[in-house]
């Protein structure tokens, strides 16, 4: 059985920020979201997450898909995994990881579990040209780890170690258990370290075996804005060039973002300057062109998208979008249709083959297939206290500038003339009109423009 103990209850003071840190989001994620993520992706069956500081912030975020316990007050790494005894009697390897290292993959999770698969313990460590404030990895004469020092505690010949602790630990987890008692708080900051569990093994005979990995960034921790960035700026490198190698074409990738939870399919071409984000879902030939953004909406085969915005809606199969065009709340386009530039849809189901080319409003409305809506329609659908839908039937024809006051049905095939406001639902095949009767005064343009 494979369980995760997820430490997460610092507070991330360098962050400068009333969000607690694992909070901050990487990607439009919070970082504790994708670790989690990821554990589950790598077969871990249970989650704990010590949470302190904003712990109701991390419960409302991850709900029950984990398990929590308390840290208050927070006294070191090893006694956050004191806290998590209710693991204590679980059989198989306890993965360790701090909550503000993102970056993680689900492939190098599986690789942790399966170095420890004949040890007590796995230290994941990383080489570093300069290992700065990081603990080093002191190795025995077979090449197993003897201990690991703080930066603070290194001799000149250990500071010259260029392997270091990531933080990141597997370990069986009743020799876990069975020895965490034996960590002690005899250092100045009075706290327990985890790492002094290597040396309460070594004693005890264990052996500590290391896997080191070649991106370190990988296991970046993020203690402040910069570190922020930088995670960023490895999740969207990421993100990016596996999309690319599964064959989508990303014009220019150091310009393009592109959330975690995404799914794009072949010979899809992505432009400049597009936000994807959510769990949005985009076919295969697409085309999302510049400055367009798309968050939580499924685009089908084939679609073009210009300019545009689409949030929590779907597009059909060879329809085109934009420029500048706004989908949101639950809209539905069909496949073949047409929006044009300036429209905006809300709540809407648009049946195929439909079009509305430009300067348009249509919201909490069901079109059948085949409509023409011309320039500047708008559907009434609020009369200052509730919402009211419009239905607009299969083959209807909708005059530019028309306001159609909902609740309104308009039949198979009807006409409604250009400047009208329907306040009255028109039969099938049809024609609406509703205009005031117009007057011409002889003379008085000029009359006017001479007073």
């Given at each position: 059985m494979r369980s995760a103990i997820v430490l997460a209850a610092g507070k991330g003071t360098r962050m400068k920020s009333t969000l607690c840190k694992v909070m901050h989001p990487v990607m439009n994620k919070p970082m504790i979201g994708h670790i989690v993520d990821r554990l589950k992706e790598a077969g871990v069956s249970r989650i704990v997450v010590v949470v302190g500081h904003g712990a109701e912030s991390v419960k409302t975020y991850l709900h029950d898909s984990v398990e929590?316990?308390?840290?208050?007050?927070?006294?070191?790494?090893?006694?956050?995994?004191?806290?998590?005894?209710?693991?204590?009697?679980?059989?198989?390897?306890?993965?360790?990881?701090?909550?503000?290292?993102?970056?993680?993959?689900?492939?190098?999770i599986q690789k942790v579990f399966e170095a420890n698969k004949d040890h007590a313990c796995t230290v994941v460590t990383a080489?570093?040209?300069?290992?700065?404030?990081?603990?080093?990895?002191?190795?025995?004469?077979?090449?197993?780890?003897e201990k690991i020092v703080e930066a603070k505690d290194c001799s000149s010949e250990e500071l010259a170690i260029k392997e270091i602790n990531t933080g990141i630990f597997?370990?069986?987890?009743?020799?876990?258990?069975?020895?965490?008692?034996e960590i002690k708080n005899e250092n100045a900051q009075q706290e327990y370290y985890l790492t002094?569990?290597?040396?309460i093994l070594q004693s005890k005979d264990e052996v500590v075996n290391a896997l080191t990995?070649?991106?370190?960034?990988?296991?970046?921790?993020?203690?402040?804005?910069?570190?922020?960035?930088?995670?960023?700026?490895?999740?969207?490198?990421?993100?990016?060039?596996?999309?690319?190698?599964?064959?989508?074409?990303?014009?220019?990738?150091e310009h393009t973002y592109i959330d975690v939870d995404v799914q794009i399919k072949e010979d899809t071409t992505i432009y400049p300057n597009v936000y994807i984000q959510g769990n949005t879902v985009i076919g295969s030939g697409v085309t999302i062109l510049p400055n367009s953004f798309l968050k939580d909406a499924v685009i089908e085969d084939g679609v073009t998208i210009d300019s545009s915005k689409i949030v929590d809606s779907t597009v059909g199969t060879h329809t085109s979008v934009g420029p500048m065009s706004h989908l949101r709340n639950h809209t539905v386009v069909a496949q073949d249709c047409r929006i044009g530039n300036?429209?905006?849809?809300?709540?809407?189901?648009?049946?195929?083959?439909?079009?509305?080319?430009h300067l348009t409003y249509i919201g909490d409305s069901d079109v059948g297939k085949k409509v023409n809506f011309g320039c500047g329609v708008v559907t009434v659908n609020y009369d200052g206290k509730h919402k009211h839908r419009t239905t607009v039937k299969d083959?209807?024809?909708?005059?530019?500038n028309v306001n159609l006051?909902?609740?309104?049905?308009?039949?198979?095939?009807?006409?409604?003339?250009?400047?009208?406001?329907?306040?009255?639902?028109?039969?099938?095949?049809?024609?609406?009109?509703?205009?005031?009767?117009?007057?011409?005064?002889?003379?008085y343009g000029t009359k006017y423009k001479n007073k």
């Open positions: 929590y316990t308390l840290q208050e007050p927070q006294l070191g790494t090893g006694h956050a995994v004191m806290q998590a005894n209710m693991l204590k009697d679980t059989d198989g390897d306890t993965i360790i990881l701090c909550g503000d290292g993102p970056c993680i993959q689900t492939e190098t080489v570093l040209e300069d290992g700065k404030r990081y603990g080093r990895i002191v190795r025995n004469e077979q090449g197993f780890v597997c370990f069986k987890n009743k020799v876990l258990f069975e020895n965490l008692s002094d569990m290597v040396e990995v070649s991106d370190v960034d990988e296991l970046m921790g993020v203690n402040d804005r910069l570190d922020l960035a930088k995670a960023n700026a490895w999740m969207k490198h990421h993100i990016n060039t596996k999309h690319m190698l599964n064959g989508v074409t990303i014009i220019d990738p300036f429209v905006e849809f809300k709540n809407t189901n648009f049946g195929s083959g439909s079009k509305c080319a083959g209807a024809f909708i005059g530019s006051i909902a609740p309104v049905i308009i039949g198979e095939n009807a006409l409604l003339a250009a400047g009208s406001t329907i306040t009255q639902s028109v039969k099938a095949g049809d024609m609406g009109i509703a205009r005031s009767h117009q007057e011409i005064k002889k003379g």
